[in-house]
């Protein structure tokens, strides 16, 4: 049984790599989610800050500047993010820097080589059991009144 398009939902990439986001985005993109792609620590911060939808956060921990361990780090902090689903996909074999993000709640480790029909599969159990993830669409949201 084939799942249901993701249809808006929003998922972030994290990749210093311009070629692994491109492979991770046509991925995503073909099961229906809306991916946003950043190279650097800052600009996963950035698109963070701009973006208030971002369901998920596939993050790589080898990024110039900040990297991804700090990016983890920020979001586990701020209440915003906290609870939004972060799948590390690395190269890193270093058992301490793993101990570390597995101690900042990661939802996941994938290492590097990497299946894309293995990731959406992990992106997509992530989303159907995280409870604050945006619902797959199905019909035009309710309103919220406060």
């Known amino acids: 049984m084939r799942a249901e398009p993701a249809t808006g939902v929003t998922v972030l990439v994290v990749d210093d790599e311009p070629h692994i986001g491109r492979i991770i985005r046509t991925r995503l993109e073909q099961a229906g989610y809306v991916v946003l792609l950043a ?12 973006t208030s939808a971002i369901a998920l956060v596939v993050l790589d ?3 110039p500047g900040i990297s991804g361990t700090e990016v983890l780090r920020i ?3 701020d209440n915003r993010w906290r609870a939004v689903p ?4 690395t190269a ?3 058992d301490a820097q793993l ?6 709640g990661v939802s996941e480790i994938m290492t590097k080589p990497f299946s894309p029909r293995r990731l ?10 995280t409870p604050t993830a945006p619902a797959l669409p199905t ?3 309710t309103p919220v009144v406060p």
């Open 39 to 50: 190279e650097r620590g800052t600009d996963a911060l950035s698109r963070l800050e701009s």
């Open 92 to 94: 890193a074999g270093q």
């Open 120 to 129: 959406l599969e992990r992106v997509r159990a992530h989303l159907e059991t």
């Open 61 to 63: 921990l080898m990024l």
């Open 99 to 104: 101990r570390e993000v597995e101690s900042l």
């Open 86 to 89: 972060c799948i590390v996909l």
């Open 139 to 141: 019909h035009a949201p």
């Open 75 to 77: 979001l586990r902090a």
